[in-house]
């Protein structure tokens, strides 16, 4: 059974930083493109980065491009989303999982960007 966890949201200013961890059990990230998803209230989820897991090639939406970085540890079976300059408009819950989603969404870590 595929299972995600995510961590590491919280409330932070305009500007700041925040660091996304991602733990998946029952699949190797080597075997897919994994991806970091957003979602604000009233709105659909998007994706926001995803990274091929065999060789590490990334794509981001053009919103958070050159602020977010996404990266992936195969041997943990881990993967982060590290934030920089947020902006209010980046809260949203935050959720990780394969690119297309195939899987059963997990709880998804609330990331607040407010003064």
């Known amino acids: 059974q595929v299972q995600f966890v995510e961590s590491g949201g919280g409330l932070v200013q305009p500007g700041g930083s925040l660091r996304l961890s991602c733990a998946a059990s029952?699949?190797?990230?080597?075997?897919?493109?994994m991806s970091w998803y957003r979602q604000a209230p009233g709105l659909e989820r998007e994706m926001v980065a995803r990274?091929?897991?065999?060789?590490?090639?990334?794509q981001y939406d053009n919103s958070v491009k050159g602020r977010f970085t996404i990266s992936a540890d195969n041997a943990k079976n881990t993967m982060y989303l590290q934030m920089n300059s947020l902006k209010p408009e980046d809260t949203a819950v935050y959720y990780c999982?394969?690119?297309?989603?195939?899987?059963?969404w997990g709880q998804g870590t609330q990331v607040t960007v407010s003064s």
């Open positions: 999982n394969t690119f297309p989603a195939v899987y059963a």
């Open positions: 029952g699949l190797t990230f080597r075997g897919y493109v």
């Open positions: 990274v091929r897991g065999y060789d590490g090639i990334t």
